[in-house]
């Protein structure tokens, strides 16, 4: 039985006070009673940097933070030259009386590896290890990651100060988590990473004949004689082979290198406390899916630039962090009001702010972490949100956040050990997004939006979509739906065929089954591979510069931006939907066809469909799998999140809009915290409800 959040304080505060002081404790920790087993199930929290402030004010901020409802702080992760001044002279003093005043707090502490923010020292006496950037300009000291990801010489000096807190932290009671490093990752170019690019083909291809064949070569003269030829470049005019694999070598060097940090604290670490690093929304440097093969669980930072949410759009970042490991994952930042990085940094609206730290949790969340906590007196971020003043007092917006986690702290008990369901899933292949994003054809056809334009009304409609990896296991999903799987391997494709022979609905969209994993041209039309599965195949595809009409059973509508006419091969393949194009090349060709397999069945779409037109592909396709909402009727502006465990469910509704709307709930359906009165969810209204 999980305790109270505030009986949980209680009880950490009476274990810290009975501690030694903070400079004694290190041997003790070790045998002493964890906190892990009455952890918190919802973390709650800030990023504090008490390097930045007088110890005296230490007691002050943490008085007020539980005053916010936090039982989390995250520290460290900048301080690398507060933790070791000088090469090899390392100081954890403050450090440590930092976690023991949190601890003595009743926070759990997550603590970050410093390794985005090199100390002076450190690339003064070693520049080789700073980055290059792609035009051959080395970085700076003063900003932040601008060391190269390849440098073994900062693997080591990165590793030993990870080491060291490991040492030092890895069994401390308070401490929960490791988060590596800080948003990985600008690449480089420095000399090594040019070394590393080659080694890295080398091993890929295995000789550099096979590289020849599968980058096509004999193409403009570019056929190589040796690895040492080829260069590394992730821009400009240069073979789509060569561009992919870039991202290929990105994110094998940075699993390598967020790997080399979790080996050495995994070596000294309390095998309970996780292993994680925070993540950027949508970010192409890497594939994502890969990288969380060597951390525990996933976590993000998520910010709204603007200030305007567009909840369905930020519901869809969720999920695809929550993809990465098919689990729940924390939020490890996100802005209390503004950021400060866009040109106009609106802040979000009253409510918002609670808004969005209930929809992160909806969505799988175990944990919302602010950040930050209060501005430094100095340096690049002084004007992003917190939730302090410059004086040191809380901003408007904190008893929002105080509102927050008394909620969450409600709710904790009822959402713990359970996770985001949803019988539909998306794939999401990076693969497939950086090929065409190499070679678009048509400068808005951005695979990210591509992507959203289906996952938009598909979670309206079903209330839960899961986004996974095209190679993830697909066996509880009744139906498949997979954008622009542009790439497609061997593998991939016998893993969706046998999804579709064991009796689920493969749904492919636009530029699906063009390329190979070394963007080259699949020799079949596509779907490639899956042609023969689908018993038709695209007979041209056309970038468009005005919609075109298309008609079938999913209604009229429009084609925009692509259009794929697809010529059935098979007898039994279904015409859904054509063009009409009076005079042009699409006209009368099919559009969209499906085609029954077994008990399971595919179905290819050809062209980009307008909002509505996709309305009612998905709710045909979720019918047609029998998919049904958590709850039917709800308004287009209510978010409904369900959240599963094995004796009981959880409803997360959220009013994203500005005006109130009813909500019928189900019997026995009872809420335990939020705004849900007479049956009327106000406008931003959040309410958390157990179903029976
Ligand atoms: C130019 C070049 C060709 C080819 C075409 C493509 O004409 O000479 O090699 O690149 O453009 O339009
Ligand atoms: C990122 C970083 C933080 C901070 C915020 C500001 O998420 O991880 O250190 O710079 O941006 O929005």
Do not use: C
């Not at 939020?331 to 866009?342: C, F």
């Not at 986690?405 to 999401?428: N, R």
């Not at 468009?544 to 059973?553: F, I, K, M, N, T």
């Not at 469909?609 to 287009?636: C, E, F, K, N, W």
């Amino acid at each position: 039985m999980r305790r109270s959040l505030t009986a949980l304080a209680i009880a950490l505060g009476l274990v810290a006070a009975a501690m030694p002081p903070a400079q004694a404790q290190t041997p003790g920790w070790h045998a002493r009673a964890t906190q892990f087993a009455n952890r918190p199930a919802l973390a709650f929290g800030v990023a504090w940097y008490p390097e930045q402030w007088p110890e005296a004010r230490w007691q002050t901020d943490l008085q007020l933070m539980q005053r916010a409802g936090f039982n989390t702080v995250r520290l460290a992760e900048f301080a690398w030259s507060a933790m070791e001044p000088e090469e090899g002279r390392f100081d954890f003093s403050w450090l440590d009386r930092a976690i023991a005043a949190a601890a003595q707090s009743g926070m759990m502490v997550v603590l970050g590896t410093p390794s985005a923010a090199p100390p002076a020292w450190l690339t003064q006496k070693y520049p080789d290890t700073l980055r290059v950037d792609e035009d051959g300009k080395r970085a700076a000291h003063g900003g932040r990651r601008h060391f190269s990801f390849a440098s073994a010489r900062y693997r080591q000096f990165a590793a030993r100060i990870a080491a060291e807190m490991a040492k030092r932290y890895g069994k401390h009671p308070s401490v929960v988590g490791w988060q590596i490093d800080n948003e990985i990752g600008p690449p480089s170019w420095d000399p090594e990473s040019v070394a590393a690019w080659r080694g890295f083909l080398e091993k890929r291809y295995g000789n550099i004949a096979e590289l020849n064949r599968r980058w096509a070569t004999q193409y403009w003269s570019q056929h190589y004689n040796n690895f040492d030829q080829i260069p590394l470049r992730a821009t400009g005019q240069h073979n789509p082979g060569l561009l992919l694999d870039f991202k290929h070598f990105t994110t094998a060097i940075w699993t390598d290198y967020v790997r080399a940090q979790a080996t050495v604290i995994r070596a000294h670490a309390d095998p309970r406390q996780f292993v994680t690093t925070n993540t950027m929304f949508w970010n192409a440097g890497f594939d994502h899916f890969a990288l969380h093969r060597v951390v525990d669980m996933a976590s993000w930072d998520n910010y709204i630039p603007n200030g305007r949410p567009d909840w369905v759009a930020n519901g869809a970042n969720h999920d695809l962090v929550r993809g990465y490991k098919q689990r729940n994952f924390w939020l490890m930042e996100t802005q209390p009001g503004r950021v400060d990085w866009v040109p106009v940094n609106r802040a979000l609206d009253p409510e918002q702010v609670r808004e969005m730290a209930w929809q992160a949790v909806g969505h799988g969340a175990d944990a919302v972490l602010y950040w930050q906590w209060r501005p430094a007196r100095n340096g690049q971020e002084t004007y992003h949100g917190a939730l302090l003043g410059s004086d040191g007092t809380p901003v408007p917006v904190f008893d929002e956040v105080a509102r927050t986690g008394k909620e969450l702290a409600q709710a904790a008990p009822l959402l713990a050990d359970t996770q985001p369901v949803a019988d539909v899933a998306m794939l999401f292949s990076y693969d497939s997004r950086w090929a065409i994003d190499i070679q678009r054809h048509h400068k808005d056809f951005d695979p990210v939006q591509q992507f959203l334009s289906l996952y938009r009304p598909l979670r309206i409609r079903a209330q839960g979509v899961h986004v996974v990896a095209p190679d993830a296991d697909l066996g509880g999903y009744r139906l498949v739906v997979a954008p622009s799987l542009h790439v497609l391997t061997e593998a991939q494709t016998d893993r969706l065929a046998a999804y579709v022979r064991g009796g689920g609905h493969l749904v492919l969209g636009p530029r699906s089954g063009m390329k190979d994993d070394a963007n080259a041209l699949w020799p079949e039309r596509q779907p490639g591979p899956l042609a023969d599965l689908l018993g038709a195949e695209v007979e041209q595809y056309y970038a468009l510069d005005a919609p075109v009409e298309v008609q079938g059973s999913y209604g009229t509508g429009r084609a925009s931006i692509w259009a794929e006419t697809i010529r059935p091969v098979a007898k039994d393949v279904e015409v859904l939907a054509r063009y009409t194009d009076p005079g042009g090349w699409l006209d009368g060709k099919a559009a969209a066809v499906t085609r029954r397999v077994g008990e399971g069945r595919i179905t290819y779409i050809g062209g980009w469909l307008d909002d509505s037109l996709l309305a009612t592909v998905a709710t045909r396709l979720l019918d047609g799998a029998d998919i049904r909402p958590v709850l039917p009727d709800v308004h287009p502006d209510i978010e409904v999140s369900l959240r599963s465990g094995a004796s009981k469910r959880a409803v997360i509704l959220i009013n994203h809009g500005a005006e109130p709307h009813s909500i019928a709930l189900p019997a026995g359906a009872s809420p335990v915290t939020g705004d849900l009165t007479g049956g009327t969810l106000p406008a931003h209204g959040v309410a958390v409800i157990e179903l029976r």
